[in-house]
């Protein structure tokens, strides 16, 4: 079929191009093997020239030998359908892909960075330093405990009902509660001084909350884990982006001690469900741990 007959060879290598939709640049078709290096910002990706092309794919060897000495020392697994970033802090170097195949970044070429909840800055860096600020997250959790009580004791009047063979009558106004969820996703950009980045983003999943089963410690102890992987690639980028600023406040430990908190927490809770302490006792004691 002359449809799929001949195609002009890559603009490239000048190899041949397979594949039904093959990429192209100034209309000019690139094979897969020479657009498969391609790790560029959209935007930049699009507007590229064949000549463009050809310096980046020079760029991309060149800084594919930084592969040889980079030595993970930090991985960070931002989720299941997200990407993991590895960080080398003896060499000062990163990669948004822990098998470094896209661009690996220096240290020094990072001009700032930040990671928000949402759109909240959780941890910012710059070259003063890294600074943690206070999340609102667990106030919020906890502003929700007494509509998640609500619907868990709702829950149970239903299952007692059900085991009582009580069907749904009297039930109209039974409708789910829906539970806000404090945040969507924790949000990663870093700033870059570099030919082709401006900007590198990357996102990871908040915890969420069960709407059958909502469950306000487990959601914490969720979020203490993110919390602190948060802090980790923090510490990370900033010991290879601003080393001279390692002796300054950086990042509190905020978020251990708050895993220290839950582990009392669930102590508390312990001595609750074996009726040493009242309820009231136990989240007095709850607020007082979280300080809220
Ligand atoms: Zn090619």
């Known amino acids: 079929m002359a449809l799929f007959g001949k195609k002009d ?24 093997n020479c657009y498969g290096t391609v790790d560029l910002p959209d935007d930049v990706i699009g507007e590229i020239t064949l000549k463009d092309f050809k310096a980046y794919m020079a760029f991309r060897d060149q800084n594919a030998l930084l592969k040889s000495r980079f030595t993970a020392t930090h991985t960070i697994d931002l989720g299941l359908f997200s990407s993991k970033i590895v960080v080398d802090t003896n ?25 928000k909840e949402d759109s909240f800055m959780l941890f910012e860096g710059r070259a003063n330093g ?13 502003s929700l405990t ?34 806000p969820e404090p945040f969507a996703k924790f949000n990663i950009e870093i700033h870059v001084n570099h030919p ?58 905020i978020a251990s001690a708050q895993t220290d908190a839950i582990g009392e927490i669930r102590r508390y809770k312990e001595l609750f469900d074996q009726g040493i302490i009242t309820e009231d006792e136990f989240n007095a004691k709850k607020r007082q741990l979280l300080g809220i």
């Not at 603009?11 to 078709?29: D, F, R």
């Not at 890294?130 to 906890?142: A, D, G, N, T």
């Open 9 to 32: 060879p890559c603009a490239i290598c000048g190899g041949a191009v397979k594949g039904l939709l093959p990429h192209k640049i100034e209309k000019q078709l690139v094979c897969r």
């Open 196 to 253: 082709y980045w401006r900007t590198i983003t990357a996102q990871m999943s908040a915890p969420g909350i069960n709407n059958d089963r909502p469950d306000l410690n487990e959601y914490l102890r969720e979020y203490t884990e993110s919390a602190l992987l948060m802090e980790k690639l923090a510490n990370a980028l900033a010991e290879i982006a601003f080393p001279a600023a390692q002796n300054q406040p950086s990042a509190s430990t």
């Open 91 to 115: 060499n000062r170097l990163f990669c948004m892909d822990k098998d470094l195949e896209k661009t690996i970044f220096e240290g020094k070429d990072i001009v700032s960075f930040a990671i």
């Open 146 to 179: 007494p509509q998640i009580n609500r619907m868990n004791m709702h829950q149970n009047l239903q299952n007692i009902a059900s085991a009582f063979g009580v069907e749904k009558e009297n039930r109209t106004n039974s409708t789910p509660l829906e539970i």
């Open 130 to 142: 890294l600074k943690s600020f206070p999340s609102s997250v667990r106030e919020c959790i906890m």
